[in-house]
Protein backbone atom coordinates (compact mmCIF):
# COMPACT_ATOMS: atom_id res chain seq x y z
CA UNK A 1 0.00 0.00 0.00
CA UNK A 2 1.20 3.77 -0.76
CA UNK A 3 1.61 6.09 1.53
CA UNK A 4 2.57 9.52 1.34
CA UNK A 5 3.17 12.05 3.55
CA UNK A 6 3.72 15.57 2.50
CA UNK A 7 6.20 17.98 5.17
CA UNK A 8 7.74 21.95 4.94
CA UNK A 9 4.72 24.07 4.42
CA UNK A 10 4.15 27.07 7.12
CA UNK A 11 3.49 30.73 6.66
CA UNK A 12 6.34 32.95 5.01
CA UNK A 13 6.09 36.81 3.60
CA UNK A 14 5.94 37.28 -0.29
CA UNK A 15 8.87 37.01 -1.89
CA UNK A 16 9.93 34.23 0.35
CA UNK A 17 11.26 30.59 0.13
CA UNK A 18 9.55 27.28 1.16
CA UNK A 19 10.56 23.72 0.58
CA UNK A 20 7.72 21.13 0.97
CA UNK A 21 8.85 17.49 0.97
CA UNK A 22 6.59 14.31 0.00
CA UNK A 23 7.94 10.86 1.42
CA UNK A 24 6.96 8.17 -0.13
CA UNK A 25 6.29 4.49 0.89
CA UNK A 26 5.05 1.49 -0.83
CA UNK A 27 7.20 1.67 -3.90
CA UNK A 28 10.16 -0.23 -4.95
CA UNK A 29 13.37 0.95 -7.02
CA UNK A 30 11.72 -0.91 -9.30
CA UNK A 31 8.33 1.12 -9.99
CA UNK A 32 8.01 3.76 -12.39
CA UNK A 33 5.66 6.49 -11.65
CA UNK A 34 4.72 10.28 -11.49
CA UNK A 35 4.98 12.18 -8.38
CA UNK A 36 3.10 15.48 -8.53
CA UNK A 37 2.63 19.05 -6.28
CA UNK A 38 -1.09 20.10 -6.12
CA UNK A 39 -2.46 22.75 -4.59
CA UNK A 40 -6.48 24.23 -3.59
CA UNK A 41 -8.04 26.49 -1.63
CA UNK A 42 -11.40 25.97 -0.10
CA UNK A 43 -14.31 26.69 -2.72
CA UNK A 44 -11.69 26.38 -5.50
CA UNK A 45 -10.90 23.35 -8.12
CA UNK A 46 -7.51 21.38 -7.78
CA UNK A 47 -4.57 23.00 -9.79
CA UNK A 48 -1.72 20.71 -10.91
CA UNK A 49 1.72 22.46 -9.82
CA UNK A 50 4.59 20.47 -11.10
CA UNK A 51 5.13 16.62 -11.58
CA UNK A 52 8.05 14.84 -12.19
CA UNK A 53 8.29 11.29 -14.34
CA UNK A 54 10.44 9.36 -11.42
CA UNK A 55 12.99 7.23 -13.97
CA UNK A 56 13.39 9.74 -17.19
CA UNK A 57 13.02 12.77 -14.33
CA UNK A 58 10.80 14.70 -17.09
CA UNK A 59 9.06 17.36 -15.51
CA UNK A 60 5.86 19.66 -16.34
CA UNK A 61 4.94 22.94 -14.76
CA UNK A 62 2.22 25.00 -14.44
CA UNK A 63 2.47 28.17 -16.01
CA UNK A 64 1.58 30.03 -12.78
CA UNK A 65 4.95 28.89 -10.95
CA UNK A 66 7.35 28.52 -14.45
CA UNK A 67 10.45 29.94 -13.45
CA UNK A 68 9.53 30.17 -9.22
CA UNK A 69 9.12 26.24 -8.52
CA UNK A 70 11.56 23.13 -9.03
CA UNK A 71 10.55 19.48 -8.99
CA UNK A 72 12.80 17.07 -7.59
CA UNK A 73 13.39 13.96 -6.53
CA UNK A 74 15.75 11.69 -4.38
CA UNK A 75 14.92 8.07 -5.65
CA UNK A 76 16.98 6.69 -3.25
CA UNK A 77 14.91 8.33 -0.51
CA UNK A 78 11.24 7.22 -2.34
CA UNK A 79 11.48 11.27 -1.57
CA UNK A 80 9.94 14.04 -3.72
CA UNK A 81 10.59 18.00 -3.00
CA UNK A 82 9.11 21.19 -4.23
CA UNK A 83 11.20 24.07 -3.98
CA UNK A 84 8.94 27.46 -4.27
CA UNK A 85 10.98 30.84 -4.39
CA UNK A 86 9.27 34.36 -4.75
CA UNK A 87 6.49 33.40 -3.13
CA UNK A 88 3.28 35.36 -3.75
CA UNK A 89 -0.20 35.46 -1.49
CA UNK A 90 -1.95 33.92 -4.45
CA UNK A 91 0.63 31.20 -3.81
CA UNK A 92 -1.51 30.43 -0.41
CA UNK A 93 -3.37 27.02 -0.36
CA UNK A 94 -3.32 23.91 0.74
CA UNK A 95 -0.53 21.77 -1.23
CA UNK A 96 -0.79 17.86 -1.99
CA UNK A 97 1.74 15.41 -3.22
CA UNK A 98 0.08 12.98 -5.19
CA UNK A 99 1.66 9.83 -7.24
CA UNK A 100 0.15 7.65 -10.23
CA UNK A 101 1.02 5.97 -12.88
CA UNK A 102 2.85 7.61 -16.50
CA UNK A 103 0.22 7.86 -19.63
CA UNK A 104 2.18 7.09 -22.54
CA UNK A 105 5.45 7.69 -20.54
CA UNK A 106 4.40 10.72 -19.77
CA UNK A 107 3.26 12.37 -16.46
CA UNK A 108 0.46 14.93 -16.46
CA UNK A 109 -1.13 17.76 -13.83
CA UNK A 110 -4.65 16.33 -14.47
CA UNK A 111 -5.58 15.11 -10.64
CA UNK A 112 -7.74 12.46 -12.28
CA UNK A 113 -4.10 10.78 -13.17
CA UNK A 114 -3.10 9.87 -9.38
CA UNK A 115 -4.55 7.21 -7.35
CA UNK A 116 -2.90 8.27 -4.18
CA UNK A 117 -2.82 11.23 -2.35
CA UNK A 118 -0.89 12.86 0.88
CA UNK A 119 -3.00 14.97 3.71
CA UNK A 120 -1.85 18.14 2.68
CA UNK A 121 0.59 20.50 4.08
CA UNK A 122 -0.21 24.56 4.32
CA UNK A 123 1.49 27.64 2.64
CA UNK A 124 0.83 30.77 3.55
CA UNK A 125 2.27 33.63 2.04
CA UNK A 126 1.59 37.12 3.53
CA UNK A 127 1.82 40.32 1.85
Known amino acids: QVHLVESGGGSVQAGGSLRLSCAASGYTSSNVYCMAWFRQNPGKEREGVAT????????VYADSVKGRGTISQDRAKNTGYLQMNSLKPEDTAMYYC???????????????????WGQGTQVTVSS
Open 98 to 116: ATGPPSWGACTLRPDGYNY
Open 52 to 59: IHTVNART
